[in-house]
């Protein structure tokens, strides 16, 4: 401590400084007072704090409760309190934020001093010493003011809801039905139809052996898979050939299944090969044949064309019987073909209806929606064959026509390896009236020689009919046909 001229200040600096002949207790005195001093200095800081903490809680608790609390509602009655709405929270003590009493410091009586204290010494003062700080009265809290109740809104009356119109029969909404998981079915390839089938013949089709058999109809059509089953003869196609079975077959992809009695197949001059199966037997047929089931396996009998196995082939009137052990040749049979080939449908290889212009060009005649008609003395309806016509064994030619004031009548067709025409010349007809002519194309003679009938397997460019009479003279032709029929 400085030195001053004040002798208090000068007694204590002496006194903290212990010079000689200072007053050690009181020195001793002085240090705790300042010890005490600063203790309660930072107790006094503490509490600030923790109050200044406390109060901005509780504000952040009452500003959670503005927000959060629906004032608009009426508040309940509580036993515990008069008229105060729930949730209300109370007003915070008055005074300053944080300000609090704080107690007094314990505060140690000071040691006399000894008797031999030196005079210097001056007597105690308890006038200057600093008096405790009283300690202030703690004030009761004020009441919080009574928060007034928020006024009860008027109830809102509901409004009444608009009369619902009901909904006519048809306009009932209908529960939606949960979409059925549809099984696609198995796409077939179409290889035929039912041309011929007696009622005595019980006929059944049937696809897989899950489903059961059902009556086969005229004219139905036949897929692949299809297992049919009769007691009697039974027509049909597969593309452009010509079949008929008795007992069971099954329609493949690219074969014919022959599981019980016999099959007649005719795909002669066409492209379209036909295999027929017998288990592990297989046979392939280009041409005219008949197959069977026998104890001894495969029975194959040629009519025209041939047959091919793995084991070798089996040609024209020829018979054979392929079994495990190989193929054995044999002469052909006579009962089993005589029995299918008893009122065999006819094969028909070409069609015009004049519905529309032949596939290889009308250039003889006139068209009309349904007929071809020729007019005047000698002119003729002729058109192109597309492709060339191959003339086959057991071959018909028939065409439905009417003519008028005609002297005569010629059919003919040009065979370009021979460079001439084959002709049919019209014995007889009646004038006016619609009439069908056939005759045999094997029949026909070359207009060289008039001696020359055409082979199977001739190929033909055209068909002409020709006609020779008066000026006014009238033919129409409705339809014309070329079938082969079984000999």
Do not use: C
């Amino acid at each position: 401590m400085r030195r001053t001229t004040d002798k208090i200040d000068d007694l204590a600096r002496r006194a903290f400084a212990g010079e000689r002949g200072a007053n050690a207790s009181f020195a001793n005195r002085l240090r705790l007072r300042i010890a005490g001093e600063r203790a309660a200095m930072r107790q006094r800081h503490t509490r600030t704090v923790a109050g200044s903490i406390i109060t901005a809680v509780a504000a952040s608790v009452v500003l959670l409760l503005v927000f959060t609390v629906d004032w608009s509602k009426p508040a309940m009655n509580s036993t515990a309190r008069s008229n105060a709405p729930a949730n209300e929270v109370p007003a915070p003590k008055a005074g300053r934020p944080g300000e609090h009493a704080q107690p007094k410091p314990e505060v140690k009586p000071e040691p006399r001093p000894p008797a031999n204290e030196s005079e210097e010494t001056p007597k105690e003062r308890t006038e200057d010493a600093p008096k405790p700080e009283p300690r202030p009265e703690e004030k009761p809290h004020p009441k919080p003011e009574e928060t007034p109740k928020p006024e009860p809104k008027p109830e809102e009356k509901p409004q009444p809801k608009p009369e619902e119109i009901p909904a006519k029969p048809d306009e009932v909404e209908k529960p939606k039905e949960e979409p059925k998981t549809e099984v696609k079915p198995v796409e077939r390839r179409e290889l035929g139809a039912v041309i011929g089938l007696e009622k005595a013949a019980r006929a059944k089709i049937r696809y897989g052996e899950a489903e059961t058999w059902r009556d086969l109809a005229q004219g139905e059509k036949l897929f692949a898979g299809a297992q049919l089953q009769t007691g009697d003869m039974v027509d049909f196609t597969i593309g452009a050939a010509s079949l008929r079975f008795d007992g069971e077959i099954t329609l493949e992809e690219s074969s014919i299944e022959l599981r019980k009695n016999s099959l007649y197949a005719d795909n002669l001059a066409l492209t379209q090969t036909l295999t027929i199966t017998a288990g592990e037997l297989r046979a392939e047929l280009s041409g005219v044949a008949v197959f069977g089931i026998s104890s001894s396996g495969l029975r194959i009998d040629v009519l025209h064309g041939k047959v091919q196995t793995s084991d070798g082939n089996v040609v024209e009137n020829t018979g054979a019987t392929l079994s495990k052990r190989g193929l054995s040749k044999r002469q052909m049979g006579r009962a089993a073909p005589a029995k299918l080939l008893k009122r065999l449908p006819a094969r028909v290889m070409l069609r015009e209806d004049f519905d529309k212009e032949p596939a290889g060009g009308l250039y003889g005649g006139l068209l009309k929606p349904g007929l071809a008609i020729s007019k005047g003395g000698n002119d003729t309806v002729a058109f192109k064959f597309e492709p060339r016509h191959v003339l086959l064994p057991g071959e018909v030619i028939r065409v439905r026509f009417r003519v008028s004031k005609a002297k005569s009548l010629l059919v003919q067709m040009f065979d370009e390896a021979k460079n001439d025409n084959f002709g049919h010349e019209v014995a007889s007809w009646k004038s006016g009236e619609w009439q069908t002519l056939e005759f045999k194309p094997s029949n026909m003679l070359d207009r060289g020689s008039g001696k020359v009938r055409p082979q199977a397997g001739s190929e033909f460019v055209n068909f002409q009919f020709h006609i020779e009479g008066a000026p006014e003279a009238l033919l129409e032709i409705d339809w014309i046909e070329i079938a082969r029929l079984e000999e």
